[in-house]
């Protein structure tokens, strides 16, 4: 059985950075790519970030290109989401998530990921 557990959220001032973690239990996290998505208040889950299971590919949602950064540790079983220039918009309940190698669909949509974290909170204050 996999976990995935964040971590790393919390309360922060409009412009200022948070660093999310999310830790991965069993032996096979190098074998998968990895998603963030997030969920704000009376709002539908979006995807923000996805990472292959090297890392050499990235990718972003427009919202946040230039502003956050996906990156794994595969020795760790880590990946992580900094966030850099945060705005109140950002806020939202943010998930990690395990692509399901087997599932067809896009990276950008929750259907093809089988794991999901319990989700660590973000609020950006104006």
């Known amino acids: 059985q996999v976990q995935l557990v964040e971590s790393g959220g919390g309360l922060v001032q409009a412009g200022g950075s948070l660093r999310l973690s999310c830790a991965a239990s069993?032996?096979?996290?190098?074998?998968?790519?990895m998603g963030w998505f997030r969920q704000a208040p009376g709002k539908e889950r979006e995807f923000v970030a996805y990472i292959t299971w090297n890392g050499a590919s990235t990718s972003y949602t427009d919202s946040v290109k230039g502003r956050f950064t996906i990156s794994r540790d595969n020795a760790k079983n880590t990946v992580y989401l900094q966030m850099n220039s945060l705005k109140p918009d950002d806020t939202a309940v943010y998930y990690c998530a395990r692509r399901n190698t087997l599932a067809l669909g896009p990276m950008s949509s929750g259907n093809v990921y089988d794991y999901w974290g319990q989700g660590t909170q973000v609020t950006v204050s104006s």
């Open positions: 069993g032996r096979t996290f190098s074998s998968y790519a």
